[in-house]
DNA sequence: GATGAATGAGTTTTCATTCAT
DNA sequence: CATGAATGAAAACTCATTCAT
């Protein structure tokens, strides 16, 4: 930690092989931090959980922090493409909330945890803290705009600011995935779904469509 | 030599003196957990936030983690005590879903951080767990009921489990805490009260009385 | 963050040269044990004595402890292998007591020590109880069997119970290496053997041959 | 440890009561050690044990090893009056071998223990090492005059050296001690003592009396 | 004196990182 | 590049002894 490094940084693979012992070392580390927590985030268990040996790590990454940063870029990047998914629900917009909050719980399933354990552990680290804040603001700005369209649209109460109530209803969905997949509730994920969508609907005034 | 627990495991205090030394080793643990994350809850650092010498801590915590469970406890308890103020507030249910947001929200203030860095660290420590989810499981009861009584006075939606709605809605204020008082996000406390208090009086179809 | 064993478990190393380390570092917690008892015995010295760097120490032991459990292993695979030594010293059977005995006390030499110094520290672990009554068992079968053939050639008086006899004439023996070796009573090893044999040997009634 | 010490030197008790508790605290250090070996053996649990607060300790013994030195001399103490009520039996020279051996296994019953204990722990006190070789001494020279007495009467053996005699028998007598109450081989006491006289009896080729 | 809290040097253990082969 | 051993600073814990009341 800290010292002078004699090593050399760690350059991106440029064979085939190289490419796909880094790959396995992101998901090995990603896996690990999923099931384990920070106990099960050693460059140790991440290389073997790879199939490669110790000292390998260094190769492909500069320190542990690093492959942090590596696992964070690709939880954000999956949220991104997962999120991007929903919105071709069509028509009926309840049936697109519903439609909205089932994709919403589904790409926090993966992120959930990772998002949590980094939050907590972040306190150093400046790229990380920003990726986080992206990834919020990403998902914050989407529920603004989908409200703001609902109200111009005259099928949800005027009166709501559109970036609050995206801030309070998204807490809601994000702490539900949560409770659900790492608290371990035992709720039925359809029923919550449902029921989420229900009171976000009642929340947002949302009138039925003619 | 052999191993085998030696020392006594430490006692209560029996002096004024020795209660003070304990209650500021436990505050300044808190302290430093919530201001510093893991980084910062070390026997030394806290024996010397505490103002004491280093063996001091293991006169009164037999280890890290039993400092950490006792802080968990603290935590826990004034979470118990503080959420008990609320109800007095009379008469119009709108106005007491306005109280009890703003209470709730003031007692995850001081908890949420403690909590959520517990939440992660506890993969093995079943007391711990167990703390957590009775927290939980008192604050969904409270909601539950609350909603209920609602119900009966034909003043709420019948048809919301009462249970899975104290979930859902819980969740919404337990993570906006978060986003408060953790990730810092510039909101002013009144207008998420107020907010909060306007999604959640519409989610569960409060009707105003008379 | 949370407890959990999260370092592997040392493997038995790979290449010659992590061999050679093992075997330093057993070797060296061996000496030491010998030659300072318990006051040397830390994993800081051995790794020392070793020759290698503190954190080695960890790389092929588990603990201090575990250390202990190797070096008492180690004596003991010793002490089976050299009284194996012994009975191959043919026709008179006054002339093998004597070589027993004189295979006994050179065997109990260099295990003397160790063994008294885990007698006492091992208080807990059932592993080095237990490794320590096989040691003992092995030696009382064997002079039990011994005795066994005298007395059944006609050689020795028959009405002395051979498990007894073992385990108080073993008794002798062993005790007598401590003497020798460990508290430095100024006796000469030939005298010493010979004179065990004479006692010996008129304890169990032993007749010349023919 | 070694610091420069502003206790007041622990002076001989002059009360009545001063001399309970110090007497007490002797006894408890010595039980300790028995029971439970160095492990038992801490200023703490030896006060705790005592019935007296902690820091009474250091009002009556310097230091832990004022104390282990106290507890030898105790041991020492009474190894010397026990072993002397012995002789007394009269007669048949076989019947005072009996008693001899009853004599010392019941001595060496409370003393083995701590003085193996010592033994092992006592490498850097002189004081410790001094009462050990008295100990020890004691009873070869007494095991040496008791056999030279039966040579010149003509009932034992008369080439045996006496002293060498003494050593081999007595390392018997001691070794089977802490055979039956330290390593509670399953032996009856009896038994033991009936055995190991007639295999001392043959060794010294006593001849029974006209 | 007696009490129980306080001290801090010493010991054990961990683990991210570096190095020799 | 890959491998597995080596490193050592930092963290956790112990406990004989001293001190304030």
Chains 1, 2, 3, 4 share one sequence.
Not at 37 to 57: D, I, L, N
């Amino acid at each position: 930690m800290g010292r002078s490094r004699t090593n050399p940084a760690p350059t991106a693979p440029v064979t085939a092989r190289g490419r796909r012992t880094r790959d396995a070392l992101l998901a090995a580390g990603r896996e690990l931090l999923e099931a384990r927590g920070w106990a099960g985030f050693t460059p140790e268990q991440v290389a073997q959980a790879a199939g490669v040996s110790y000292g390998t790590f260094y190769t492909y990454f500069e320190s542990k922090d690093d492959l942090l940063r590596a696992v964070v870029r690709a939880v954000a990047e999956e949220l991104f493409t997962e999120s991007l998914v929903g919105p071709d629900a069509a028509g009926d917009p309840y049936a697109r909330i519903v439609e909205a909050n089932r994709g919403y719980l589904k790409a926090w399933r993966g992120a959930s945890r990772v998002l949590r354990l980094v939050e907590q552990g972040a306190d150093t680290d400046d790229t990380l803290r920003q990726m986080l804040l992206e990834v919020r603001e990403l998902y914050v700005h989407r529920g603004a705009e989908g409200l703001r369209r609902l109200q111009e649209a005259g099928l949800a109460n005027p009166e709501l600011d559109p970036r609050l109530t995206a801030i309070v209803l998204g807490a809601m969905v994000e702490q539900m995935a949560h409770v659900i997949y790492s608290l371990r509730e035992p709720l039925d994920e359809d029923e919550v779904v449902n029921h989420m969508s229900k009171l976000w609907a009642a929340a947002i005034g949302l009138r039925p469509q003619a």
